[in-house]
């Protein structure tokens, strides 16, 4: 018998996790199988508990989900705590476990994959969801100069830089307007205008000259990226390695190994590429 394992969002049929997963479990020799469940609006607890009765061993948790998904869980990791938002949940004897992975896993994507050390520069996030609350603190710990959160409802942005107050001189929070006359070295969109073609209304000076431009959305190309192609970042990339990477920090937790991330984003790339 395989464990059963998905993801759980609203939209989910884009997501790229059960190739991911599928490709792990190959190359680790897993026996497990991941599916993607679509969840209406106000249906993710009952998805989740359905789940869970048919055996369900663990889910990822995206799109409208992870703040909920850390209200229902009953236990959590540190790096979930400091999130308030979970993207993976496992289920066991100790009742629903949350972490969130996605911090490490674009923290990883971005020194690992795309050699950048955040130390001493200066970091834009738009958005404040939960995307954007599970890499605040990851981000933070790799000692940028400072961490402006922007978001286009702006009391979430300064609410959300109020929790990490204890570093307040680094992190602040405001609205898009707010950034004019603002240069970052790396501007990471944590929203998601891009999956309904929205365009940030970020002035263009926020891609500062070297910058580089950071959308975690993947597999098509987005208003935002084109906005900091035409604003002068140096380089723009999509969030395929990060999504790899938290990917594998979730299996890491739910079969306690770690597979290697390379071939199986090189395999993505591959397989997204026009022909
Ligand atoms: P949430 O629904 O929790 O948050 C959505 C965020 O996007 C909010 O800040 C919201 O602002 C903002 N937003 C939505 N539409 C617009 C718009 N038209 N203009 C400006 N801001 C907008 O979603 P998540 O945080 O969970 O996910 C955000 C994105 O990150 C998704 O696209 C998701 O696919 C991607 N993602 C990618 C990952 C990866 O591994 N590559 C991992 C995690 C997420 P407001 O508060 O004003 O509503």
């Known amino acids: 018998m395989s464990d059963r394992y998905a993801v759980i969002g609203n939209p989910v049929g884009h997501s790229k996790s059960p190739r991911i997963h599928a490709l792990f ?11 993607a469940i679509l969840a209406p609006p106000d249906g993710f607890a009952r998805a989740l508990a359905e789940f869970i009765a048919a055996g369900g061993r663990g889910m990822n948790v995206t799109i409208p989900f992870k703040e909920q998904a850390f209200r229902l869980a009953e236990r959590h990791s540190p790096r979930a705590l400091g999130a308030r ?48 609350r599970g890499v605040v603190l990851p981000l933070l710990e790799e000692s940028p100069a400072a961490l402006v959160i922007a978001n286009r409802t702006e009391d979430k942005a300064r609410q959300l830089a109020a929790e990490f107050s204890s570093r307040a001189e680094k992190v602040s929070g405001c609205g898009f307007a707010d950034l004019s006359g603002h240069g970052f070295d790396l501007v990471i ?48 990339t999509d969030g395929l390695g990060m999504l790899v990477e938290q990917a594998a920090e979730s299996f890491l937790l739910w079969r306690g190994l770690r597979p290697d991330t390379a071939p199986v984003l090189a395999e993505l790339r591959r397989e997204s590429a026009p022909p």
């Open 189 to 236: 969109n944590a929203t998601s205008a891009s999956l309904s073609g929205a365009s940030l209304a970020l002035p263009r000076c926020v891609f500062g000259p070297g910058s580089l431009a950071y959308d975690m959305v993947y597999g098509r190309p987005t208003p935002f990226l084109r906005q900091a192609r035409e604003g002068g970042a140096a380089q723009v």
């Open 25 to 35: 479990a190959r190359q680790t020799g897993q026996a497990m199988v991941y599916e």
């Open 85 to 132: 938002a979970v993207n993976t949940l496992a289920f066991g004897e100790g009742g629903i476990f949350g972490d969130n992975t996605d911090g490490a896993g674009l923290v990883r994507d971005l020194k690992f994959n795309l050699g950048l050390s955040i130390r001493g520069k200066r970091v834009l996030l738009a958005g404040a969801g939960g995307a954007a």
